[in-house]
Nanobody, 121 residues
Framework: QVQLVESGGGLVQAGGSLRLSCTASGRTFSGYTMGWFRQAPGKEREFVAR????????NYPPFVQGRFTISRDTAKNTVSLQMNSLNPEDAAIYYC??????????????WGQGTQVTVSS
């Protein structure tokens, strides 16, 4: 059974940085896509970043381009999200997700419990 456990959230001042980690277990993830999503109170969940496990190709939406970097460590089974230049609009619960496909589109099958990111102005 696939398990995803996020860590690294917390409180940071505007302009600061945080690094989120997701530890994946339960199977080998070759051929998977790993993603980060976020959801702020009263808002819909939105895509933040994704990376293909095998080739390590990242993909981002325009609003995080240049500020966030996703990476994976296949030896440690972890996926990280380095977030720089944070602003209050980035505050949300951040979720790690996985799906058994390298295709960018499509829904994710597995989700972590989330980690809170708070950005003070």
């Amino acid at each position: 059974q696939v398990q995803l456990v996020e860590s690294g959230g917390g409180l940071v001042q505007a302009g600061g940085s945080l690094r989120l980690s997701c530890t994946a277990s339960g199977r080998t993830f070759s051929g998977y896509t790993m993603g980060w999503f976020r959801q702020a109170p009263g808002k819909e969940r939105e895509f933040v970043a994704r990376i293909t496990w095998s080739s390590g190709v990242p993909n981002y939406p325009p609003f995080v381009q240049g500020r966030f970097t996703i990476s994976r460590d296949t030896a440690k089974n972890t996926v990280s999200l380095q977030m720089n230049s944070l602003n209050p609009e980035d505050a949300a619960i951040y979720y790690c997700a996985a799906k058994p496909s390298p295709i960018l589109t499509g829904s994710y099958d597995y989700w972590g419990q989330g980690t809170q990111v708070t950005v003070s102005s």
